[in-house]
């Protein structure tokens, strides 16, 4: 993150957010309340709109960065 390099990814962002509609699926499904969780998710549909889906994870700084104060 400090060097700002995403690439070689070791969890791509796109592969994550799959994940993400899955275990949030499973959350609604049993009861289960993910609040912080379910917080994240935006964050991760930007990052996808910016076109850092290949990148690794980390690159989610740009977001945080781009939606900063």
Known sequence: MA???????????STWKK???IIAEF?????CETPLF?????????????????QDTAAVFEVLKANGP
């Open 3 to 13: 060097s700002r390099l995403y690439e070689p990814a070791t969890m791509r962002i």
């Open 19 to 21: 994940d993400m509609a």
């Open 27 to 31: 959350a609604s499904e049993v009861g």
């Open 38 to 54: 379910a917080m994240t998710q935006p964050v991760y549909t930007q990052a996808m709109a910016m076109g850092l889906g290949d």
